[in-house]
T-cell receptor
């Protein structure tokens, strides 16, 4: 089955700086890569996703890049703000959607004032 | 718009007791699933359902039972609770198993003594 590795487990950045979280996956058949944000005491929420026919996708301050050859994808957050502090999960799926999603172990992002 | 509702939010059980975690969604989603979240382990799929009357096992199904008699409800049953089942449980739903965003509930924290 699919295996998703996520790094780092904890990331601390100064407010206003950029943050990058990286994930690798093992199954070359995976074609859907979402990122979820989990705030304290809440359930995860989708923030951005990318499919295997696209190399990069942006939404305001967040972007995701995908390298199919190397089987890795990354989340980039620019101009970080206090409300970006949360746990972020990457995931991969062969089915293209919710079914069969395998999640990474999560990254705790801390924004230092 | 309630989305995905989980009850109870907190529960303490003794080893060997049984209980049911309730999950209801009001978005008419066909796909529903249960995850458990443990420190450093990310989100692991327990069971899922692609529609009323259809359920299947995920990555960590042992010790859990599910049923799907209606589109709205997807309860998770612990038949004989064990300390290893101490965790935070999340129910999620999606409009489509292929290409659909997962909508999570706020979680149920279970402690088994």
């Amino acid at each position: 089955g699919e295996n998703v590795e996520q790094h780092p487990s904890t990331l601390s950045v100064q407010e206003g700086d950029s943050a990058v979280i990286k994930c690798t996956y093992s199954d070359s058949a995976s074609n859907y890569f979402p990122w979820y944000k989990q705030e304290l005491g809440k359930g995860p929420q989708l923030i951005i996703d990318i499919r295997s026919n696209v190399g990069e996708k942006k939404d305001q301050r967040i972007a995701v890049t995908l390298n199919k050859t190397a089987k890795h994808f990354s989340l980039h957050i620019t101009e970080t703000q206090p409300e970006d502090s949360a746990v972020y999960f990457c995931a991969a799926s062969e089915g293209g959607g919710a079914d069969g999603l395998t999640f990474g172990k999560g990254t705790h992002l801390i924004i230092q004032p | 718009n309630a989305g995905v509702t989980q009850t109870p939010k907190f529960q303490v059980l003794k080893t060997g007791q049984s209980m049911t975690l309730q999950c209801a969604q009001d978005m008419n989603h066909e796909y529903m699933s249960w995850y458990r979240q443990d420190p450093g382990m990310g989100l692991r799929l327990i069971h899922y359902s692609v529609g009323a009357g259809i359920t299947d096992q995920g990555e960590v199904p042992n010790g859990y039972n599910v049923s799907r008699s209606t589109t709205e409800d997807f309860p998770l049953r612990l038949l004989s609770a064990a300390p290893s089942q101490t965790s935070v449980y999340f129910c999620a739903s999606s409009t489509d198993q292929s290409g659909g965003e997962l909508f999570f509930g706020e979680g149920s924290r279970l402690t088994v003594l």
